[in-house]
């Protein structure tokens, strides 16, 4: 995992994840420690089902079940030390430590070319509604001799997975009274579409102004784009948050 | 079930076979490829036209109708320019006719799909109605229709390119003229060795390049794709995700301390 942290910008957020855990179970840990520990045999089976994953892993199933296999292992780690009342206690570091696992290969070649070509699209459709000349060819835009093309690097997951993490560490924090469950869920199914419209409205900036389409200014404005993401995600949560209290009342 | 079975089969080979017979990718020139409009003799047009790329015409030198049509690019009239473009083209056109076919095709291809490959008639070919191209995901994939004389599109009739289909990919080699008809939409490079009309309100998303005779337009929009032999264009990465939640996490801790951190300030 540490491997594809370093070699793949998609993934690297991976090296922040641990810390997250971390920081959450030692936040949660007067709520963790009240609990007695009541050891279950369950945990044995979890560790068997993650050496078996494992050995598969090692023999050529791929990277993401030997991650999968170290996560469920753990997880029957605490099973046998605990119980499932301590296991229920970590449902949540369990849950962000889904954002460290390698891309599931067989989802995300599958996913890669469709998301460049929604990119495209929609950041055609951007251009277009704003007045500006663009021609699309596939994945690639000309507006006015200038030619930007959506690469894989520009599909849109880097934002998905980032956004994605930052909904569920948002509704941790903000929205953590019991039976928000849907307001959690709702936020990070909004970030899906949020960071779609996100990359491609960056790709129509890199499009439309020269200046942005590559280096320091290319970074930049990719990093902004994000932070008003954050901003509209926050937003949403807001509103959820007020049409749960209003139902509520 | 068993039926099924072989028709799948054989559209596999069929594929296969395409796939391994278009090895030689067609580039045009990094000149011709300027150009939405090139003719050997006379470019003529009528009525409100728009050309978004060069328009030129060598060996031949008139080029009436501009205004009221509008080039977004320049006219190029018996220069230089002009003749490395015809130049450029002659290559690309024996290039394309001198492809490895893949498969025979007749009549009128109106209804039909068609993968990236070789495709030949050795008479006309025409359109009527919808005409898909499917690169099956690849932007990259190259369509080529040779024919050894026209090439003629009815009225309304569309070229549609899906899965990642690129009009500047796509080229067709017409052995003598091409005339698309009456509000039809087409896609792709046409490369004819005489002349190419345009009938009246025509799109073409591609190139009319003729090599001898004349191109002819009617309140026509061309608008010139990307080039293929132009520098590659620019691939616009988002920034990594470290960096990205990184400043999410950043922006929580200073909103989750932010009282403290007022506090620090004040005393």
């Given at each position: 995992m540490f491997e594809q942290w370093r070699t793949?910008?998609?993934m690297s957020?991976g090296f922040?994840?641990p810390?997250?855990?971390?920081?959450?179970?030692?936040?949660?840990?007067?709520?963790?420690?009240?609990?007695?520990?009541?050891?279950?045999?369950?945990?044995?089976?979890?560790?068997?089902?993650?050496?078996?994953?494992?050995?598969?892993?090692?023999?050529?199933?791929?990277?993401?079940?030997?991650s999968?296999?170290?996560?469920?292992?753990?997880?029957?780690?605490?099973?046998?030390?605990?119980?499932?009342?301590?296991?229920?206690?970590?449902?949540?570091?369990?849950?962000?430590?889904?954002?460290m696992?390698p891309?599931?290969?067989?989802?995300?070649?599958?996913?890669?070319?469709?998301?460049?070509?929604?990119?495209?699209?929609?950041?055609?459709?951007?251009?277009?509604?704003?007045?500006?000349?663009?021609?699309?060819?596939?994945?690639?835009?000309?507006?006015?001799?200038?030619?930007?093309?959506?690469?894989?690097?520009?599909?849109?997951?880097?934002?998905?997975?980032?956004?994605?993490?930052?909904?569920?560490?948002?509704?941790?924090?903000?929205?953590?009274?019991?039976?928000?469950?849907?307001?959690?869920?709702?936020?990070?199914?909004?970030?899906?579409?949020?960071?779609?419209?996100?990359?491609?409205?960056?790709?129509?900036?890199?499009?439309?102004?020269?200046?942005?389409?590559?280096?320091?200014?290319?970074?930049?404005?990719?990093?902004?784009?994000?932070?008003?993401?954050?901003?509209?995600?926050?937003?949403?949560?807001?509103?959820?948050?007020?049409?749960?209290?209003?139902?509520?009342? | 079930?068993?039926?099924?079975?072989?028709?799948?089969?054989?559209?596999?080979?069929?594929?296969?076979?395409?796939?391994?017979?278009?090895?030689?990718?067609?580039?045009?020139?990094?000149?011709?490829?300027?150009?939405?409009?090139?003719?050997?003799?006379?470019?003529?047009?009528?009525?409100?036209?728009?050309?978004?790329?060069?328009?030129?015409?060598?060996?031949?030198?008139?080029?009436?109708?501009?205004?009221?049509?509008?080039?977004?690019?320049?006219?190029?009239?018996?220069?230089?320019?002009?003749?490395?473009?015809?130049?450029?083209?002659?290559?690309?056109?024996?290039?394309?006719?001198?492809?490895?076919?893949?498969?025979?095709?007749?009549?009128?291809?109106?209804?039909?799909?068609?993968?990236?490959?070789?495709?030949?008639?050795?008479?006309?070919?025409?359109?009527?109605?919808?005409?898909?191209?499917?690169?099956?995901?690849?932007?990259?994939?190259?369509?080529?229709?040779?024919?050894?004389?026209?090439?003629?599109?009815?009225?309304?009739?569309?070229?549609?390119?899906?899965?990642?289909?690129?009009?500047?990919?796509?080229?067709?080699?017409?052995?003598?003229?091409?005339?698309?008809?009456?509000?039809?939409?087409?896609?792709?490079?046409?490369?004819?060795?005489?002349?190419?009309?345009?009938?009246?309100?025509?799109?073409?998303?591609?190139?009319?390049?003729?090599?001898?005779?004349?191109?002819?337009?009617?309140?026509?929009?061309?608008?010139?794709?990307?080039?293929?032999?132009?520098?590659?264009?620019?691939?616009?990465?988002?920034?990594?995700?470290?960096?990205?939640?990184?400043?999410?996490?950043?922006?929580?801790?200073?909103?989750?301390?932010?009282?403290?951190?007022?506090?620090?300030?004040?005393?």
């Open positions: 793949d910008e998609d957020h922040l994840v810390f997250v855990i971390l920081w959450v179970i030692w936040r949660e840990r007067e709520r963790w420690r009240a609990l007695p520990a009541q050891p279950n045999w369950w945990g044995g089976a979890l560790l068997a089902l993650a050496a078996i994953l494992h050995f598969a892993g090692a023999l050529g199933v791929g990277l993401f079940a030997e999968l296999a170290f996560l469920i292992s753990v997880a029957g780690a605490v099973l046998c030390l605990g119980g499932f009342s301590w296991l229920r206690a970590l449902a949540f570091p369990f849950i962000l430590a889904l954002f696992l891309k599931l290969a067989l989802v995300y070649n599958q996913a890669t070319l469709p998301l460049q070509l929604l990119a495209s699209r929609v950041a055609a459709g951007m251009l277009t509604v704003a007045g500006i000349g663009v021609i699309r060819e596939g994945n690639i835009l000309d507006v006015g001799g200038h030619r930007v093309a959506v690469v894989e690097a520009c599909n849109g997951i880097r934002y998905l997975l980032s956004l994605g993490f930052m909904g569920v560490v948002f509704g941790y924090l903000f929205d953590s009274r019991s039976g928000m469950w849907a307001v959690r869920l709702t936020l990070l199914a909004a970030a899906i579409p949020i960071a779609i419209v996100a990359n491609a409205a960056r790709v129509a900036a890199a499009g439309w102004m020269p200046a942005l389409d590559s280096g320091f200014p290319h970074e930049l404005s990719g990093w902004f784009i994000f932070v008003l993401c954050l901003a509209v995600l926050l937003i949403t949560r807001q509103l959820l948050n007020r049409m749960y209290v209003l139902n509520r009342s | 079930m068993k039926g099924r079975a072989l028709n799948k089969l054989t559209a596999v080979l069929f594929w296969l076979t395409c796939s391994l017979s278009l090895k030689a990718q067609i580039t045009l020139g990094s000149t011709v490829d300027t150009f939405g409009v090139l003719a050997g003799s006379t470019v003529t047009s009528s009525g409100p036209t728009a050309v978004l790329g060069n328009l030129g015409v060598s060996p031949g030198s008139a080029v009436t109708g501009f205004p009221p049509g509008q080039v977004i690019g320049t006219i190029h009239a018996a220069d230089a320019f002009a003749g490395t473009a015809q130049t450029q083209l002659t290559t690309a056109y024996n290039a394309a006719a001198g492809a490895p076919s893949s498969a025979t095709v007749s009549g009128d291809l109106g209804g039909l799909t068609f993968f990236p490959g070789v495709y030949t008639s050795s008479t006309s070919l025409a359109i009527t109605g919808t005409v898909t191209l499917n690169a099956l995901g690849n932007p990259n994939a190259q369509f080529i229709f040779q024919m050894g004389s026209t090439l003629t599109t009815a009225v309304g009739s569309t070229v549609v390119l899906t899965n990642g289909a690129q009009a500047s990919n796509v080229f067709w080699q017409v052995g003598s003229s091409a005339t698309l008809g009456t509000s039809s939409f087409f896609s792709g490079n046409i490369l004819a060795l005489v002349s190419i009309s345009l009938g009246t309100g025509a799109a073409l998303q591609g190139r009319a390049l003729a090599r001898n005779g004349a191109v002819t337009l009617l309140s026509n929009t061309i608008n010139t794709p990307a080039g293929s032999g132009g520098p590659p264009p620019l691939a616009t990465p988002a920034p990594s995700s470290l960096i990205l939640v990184t400043t999410a996490l950043l922006g929580i801790a200073i909103y989750q301390g932010r009282k403290r951190i007022f506090q620090s300030f004040r005393t």
